[in-house]
């Protein structure tokens, strides 16, 4: 028997952000039961606690989705930091470091719980086929597009900024194949706003509801490109009735991405034959 955690991440609210099944002590787990019960829990990832390799690191985890595992997402990070620290972990210094597929990723613990974004394995402009295949996609016209960029931190991210927040929400979910891409699409909400972004994101026909990974990329793009301040709060999940509200900070050459976690769901898995 293994505990088990599920964490709500990006909300103030309950049953409003983005949940994570959380594994603890997955030491004696093979990648198989990995893969079989991330399949089986059906969220968008599963992760899995278990000893470091890394004598810097607090922790090592894995993150499955239902169809194989990522180096790195980011509301997986705060969710599995949330359950190692409320399962009684103690971190080595004031920040956690977690291990994971993309090497060692600090997190900070505030008023929430906010990692710095890892560097990205890909990122410059998109190029006209990428476009274009974006463009079908998410069945829009190219005129929406203002810019697009890759923002690739382990998942693959390719992003589009389209004219505004409205636009962003515009986008038939429903409708959506984003086929081998993962696509971030981001719009600026008018000044005075509660949020200064609306942000969705596209694997396959599934919509993430609320994206760490993708607003991290998003905020080093268009921070660094002026388009953004160094502290803004980005919006993601209203067209899926979830209300996720994510903390961008920049703090010197760090980006940090944070937001709540809330436990909604404890207990115990059979995972072992």
Same mark, same amino acid.
């Given at each position: 028997?293994?505990?088990?955690?599920?964490?709500?991440?990006? =909300?103030?609210?309950?049953? *409003?952000?983005?949940?994570?099944?959380? +594994?603890?002590?997955?030491?004696?787990?093979?990648?198989?039961?990995?893969?079989? $019960?991330?399949?089986?829990?059906?969220?968008?990832? @599963? @992760?899995?606690?278990? !000893?470091? !390799?890394?004598?810097?690191?607090?922790?090592?985890?894995?993150?499955?989705?239902?169809?194989?595992?990522?180096? $790195?997402?980011?509301?997986?990070?705060?969710?599995?930091?949330?359950?190692? #620290?409320?399962?009684?972990? /103690?971190?080595?210094?004031?920040?956690?470091?977690?291990?994971?597929?993309?090497?060692?990723?600090?997190? &900070?613990? &505030?008023?929430? #719980? =906010?990692?710095?974004?890892?560097?990205?394995?890909?990122?410059?402009?998109?190029?006209?086929? !990428?476009?274009?295949?974006?463009? *079908?996609?998410?069945?829009?016209?190219? =005129?929406?597009?203002?810019?697009?960029?890759?923002?690739?931190?382990?998942?693959?991210?390719?992003? /589009?900024?389209?004219?505004?927040?409205?636009?962003?929400?515009?986008?038939?979910?429903?409708?959506?194949?984003?086929?081998? #891409?993962?696509?971030?699409? %981001?719009?600026?909400?008018?000044?005075?706003?509660?949020?200064?972004?609306?942000?969705?994101?596209?694997?396959?026909?599934?919509?993430?509801?609320?994206?760490? =990974?993708?607003?991290?990329? #998003?905020?080093?793009?268009?921070?660094?490109?002026?388009?953004?301040?160094?502290?803004? @709060?980005?919006?993601?999940? !209203?067209?899926?009735?979830?209300?996720? *509200?994510?903390? %961008?900070?920049?703090?010197?050459?760090?980006?940090? +991405?944070?937001?709540?976690?809330?436990?909604?769901?404890?207990?115990?898995?059979?995972?072992?034959?």
């Amino acid at each position: 028997m293994h505990d088990f955690s599920q964490v709500d991440v990006f =909300s103030d609210e309950p049953l *409003r952000g983005n949940p994570v099944a959380v +594994v603890h002590g997955a030491d004696d787990l093979s990648d198989e039961q990995m893969a079989a $019960f991330a399949r089986w829990t059906n969220l968008s990832e @599963t @992760t899995f606690l278990l !000893t470091p !390799t890394d004598p810097a690191a607090d922790y090592r985890l894995r993150i499955f989705t239902i169809d194989g595992e990522l180096p $790195f997402a980011g509301h997986p990070t705060l969710g599995s930091a949330h359950a190692w #620290l409320e399962a009684g972990g /103690v971190p080595r210094g004031d920040d956690l470091v977690q291990e994971c597929g993309a090497g060692l990723v600090r997190i &900070r613990r &505030r008023e929430v #719980l =906010s990692f710095a974004a890892p560097p990205l394995r890909r990122s410059g402009p998109a190029d006209t086929a !990428t476009i274009n295949e974006v463009v *079908r996609a998410l069945g829009i016209e190219l =005129s929406d597009v203002v810019a697009a960029e890759w923002v690739d931190n382990g998942p693959g991210w390719v992003a /589009v900024l389209l004219r505004d927040a409205a636009a962003v929400l515009a986008v038939r979910g429903d409708r959506v194949d984003a086929g081998d #891409l993962a696509i971030g699409v %981001v719009g600026l909400h008018d000044a005075g706003a509660e949020c200064a972004v609306e942000v969705r994101a596209f694997f396959r026909s599934f919509e993430d509801p609320v994206t760490g =990974s993708l607003n991290a990329g #998003l905020a080093q793009w268009l921070i660094g490109r002026g388009t953004l301040p160094p502290t803004y @709060t980005a919006a993601q999940g !209203t067209a899926l009735a979830r209300r996720g *509200r994510v903390r %961008v900070e920049q703090v010197g050459a760090d980006i940090w +991405v944070g937001g709540a976690t809330r436990t909604t769901i404890t207990g115990q898995v059979m995972l072992n034959d």
